[in-house]
């Protein structure tokens, strides 16, 4: 395998926090997005959640819910 350096698992300083989202069509999954992120806080969120989240108007048109 190769050496390693350097914490593994829970104590590692190498994590990256991320969000994953699922986009959902007729009930099923259809796409899997993971997105890096400052961290598992709200301020960290923020930035994310507007980009991410934002409903633009051609997702609107098609989208099979509305």
Known sequence: MGDYRG???RGSENKVAFVASVE???GHPYRLHFDP???FSFEA???WAA???ALRHSDFEQS???
């Open 7 to 9: 914490k593994r698992g």
């Open 24 to 26: 959902m069509r007729n």
């Open 37 to 39: 992120v400052q961290g």
């Open 45 to 47: 969120f923020k930035p």
């Open 51 to 53: 980009r991410a989240l």
């Open 64 to 66: 099979d819910r509305f």
